[in-house]
């Protein structure tokens, strides 16, 4: 079974919006990370945040993590046709070495 | 060094039929990871390799799958006997260390008729 669970499964907006997608995990991590895919694509690694780190940014990326509820949220801002993909949260857990356990994803549409 | 290579991008067989798939990893990688994915679901882990020790391998995997990878270098990945079922996405991975993202190939796609 998957380890994270993405909400919501499809997100649609409109060019210049945000787009906020979060992941829910069961079990303990030492990291979270987020990777996009583009249709029929391999994945591209966006942004890793470690348990012990509660928020990150990269570009027009912002992570948070909140261990206590296990969730994790991923934020886009001024989203752009071009972000149109499918976004994974992924988790390394603690006894589990690099392993990543990824979630079942959010299909993200940016309508221009 | 222009990423993660899989060989090869399509791959149709008959059930029954035994499939190997290529993957050559990002040089500097010690890190290699196997997974499939379906349609509409994220990326199932299959497998895992230090250098050339496999370190974890999927329980999910039953024993008509096999992976190895020779010197520490490129990974193959068999399939015996062949099922509709194996139908999927398969994407190679590496990595440098335990925090660093993954790299992945752009997968091959297996279709079993």
């Known amino acids: 079974s998957q380890q994270g669970e993405e909400d919501p499964q499809a997100l649609s907006i409109q060019e210049g919006e945000n787009a906020t997608m979060n992941c829910s995990y069961k079990t303990s991590i030492n990291n979270l990370q987020w990777y996009r895919q583009n249709s029929g694509r391999g994945l591209v690694h966006l942004i890793l945040?470690?348990?012990?780190?509660r928020e990150k940014h990269s570009g027009r990326l912002r992570v948070t993590l909140d261990t206590s509820k296990k969730s994790s949220s991923l934020l886009i801002t001024a989203s752009r046709a071009a972000d149109t993909a499918s976004y994974f949260c992924a988790t390394g857990k603690e006894t589990s070495g690099s392993r990543l356990t990824f979630g079942e994803g959010t299909q993200l549409t940016v309508n221009p | 060094d222009t990423g993660v290579s899989q060989d090869p991008r399509h791959k149709i067989t008959k059930r029954g039929q035994n499939v190997t798939f290529r993957c050559d990893p990002i040089s500097e990688h010690n890190r290699l990871y196997w997974y499939r994915q379906t349609l509409g679901q994220g990326p199932e882990f299959l497998t895992y390799f230090q250098n050339e020790a496999q370190l974890e391998k999927s329980r999910l995997l039953s024993d008509r799958f096999s992976a190895e990878r020779p010197k520490g270098s490129f990974s193959t990945l068999e399939i015996q006997r062949t099922e509709q079922g194996d139908s999927a996405m398969y994407l190679c991975?590496?990595?440098?260390?335990?925090?660093?993202?993954?790299?992945f190939g752009s997968g091959t796609r297996l279709t079993v008729v």
């Open positions: 945040i470690r348990s012990n780190e």
């Open positions: 991975a590496s990595s440098e260390g335990e925090y660093d993202g993954y790299t």
